[in-house]
T-cell receptor
Framework: KQEVTQIPAALSVPEGENLVLNCSFT??????LQWFRQDPGKGLTSLLL?????REQTSGRLNASLDKSSGRSTLYIAASQPGDSATYLC??????????FGRGTSLIVHP | EAQVTQNPRYLITVTGKKLTVTCSQN?????MSWYRQDPGLGLRQIYY???????DKGDVPEGYKVSRKEKRNFPLILESPSPNQTSLYFC?????????????FGEGSRLTVL
């Protein structure tokens, strides 16, 4: 059964720092990997989707990479801002198609 | 606009009073799913559906029912709600076509069972 781990569980940084959030998974036979953002009490917003054939995706200040062989993905946030404060989750879809979620990284960016 | 719509967004009910949370998507997605989210436990899948008339249990199906009579709708039914079903519920959908697969979420339904 696929297991997804996100490290760190929580992160507090000053504004302007470049950040790396990590997502690891145990079964490398994946279909895709998706990063989400969730504000407290709100729904999940899709940030980036990486198909299994891709190595990375970029959107604005966000860059997500995928290394299937090592079972890892990283979400890079450049020049962090207080508005980036949220919980970031990754979800991995495998052969069964059913996505498996990590527990998330809670990020606080303080001015 | 592509979206997943859940109703109601907020609901307070009492133990044993049947309720239904509706979920509808306008993207012609095959896959739909229900999750509950509780502090410290993350997202847990309740039920999912790969297409019309095809549903299957997730990790925490006890106390819930679903149906998929139409492709766009996937209601979650609590026949006899109990306080341990107080939670934040999310519906999600995605296409199963090769090269697609982006998962879209509804805004959530916060349920309190007294």
């Amino acid at each position: 059964k696929q297991e997804v781990t996100q490290i760190p569980a929580a992160l507090s940084v000053p504004e302007g720092e470049n950040l790396v959030l990590n997502c690891s998974f145990t079964d490398s036979a994946i279909y895709n990997l998706q990063w989400f953002r969730q504000d407290p009490g709100k729904g999940l917003t899709s940030l980036l989707l990486i198909q299994s054939s891709q190595r990375e995706q970029t959107s604005g200040r966000l860059n997500a990479s995928l290394d299937k062989s090592s079972g890892r993905s990283t979400l890079y946030i450049a020049a962090s801002q207080p508005g980036d404060s949220a919980t970031y989750l990754c979800a991995v879809s495998g052969g069964s198609y059913i996505p498996t979620f990590g527990r998330g990284t809670s990020l606080i960016v303080h001015p | 606009e592509a979206q997943v719509t859940q109703n109601p967004r907020y609901l307070i009910t009492v133990t044993g009073k049947k309720l239904t949370v509706t979920c509808s998507q306008n993207m012609n997605h095959e896959y739909m799913s229900w999750y509950r989210q509780d502090p410290g436990l993350g997202l847990r899948q309740i039920y999912y559906s790969m297409n019309v008339e095809v549903t299957d249990k997730g990790d925490v199906p006890e106390g819930y029912k679903v149906s998929r009579k139409e492709k766009r709708n996937f209601p979650l039914i609590l026949e006899s709600p109990s306080p341990n079903q107080t939670s934040l519920y999310f519906c999600a959908s995605s296409s199963t076509r090769v090269g697609a697969g982006e998962l879209f979420f509804g805004e959530g339904s916060r349920l309190t069972v007294l």
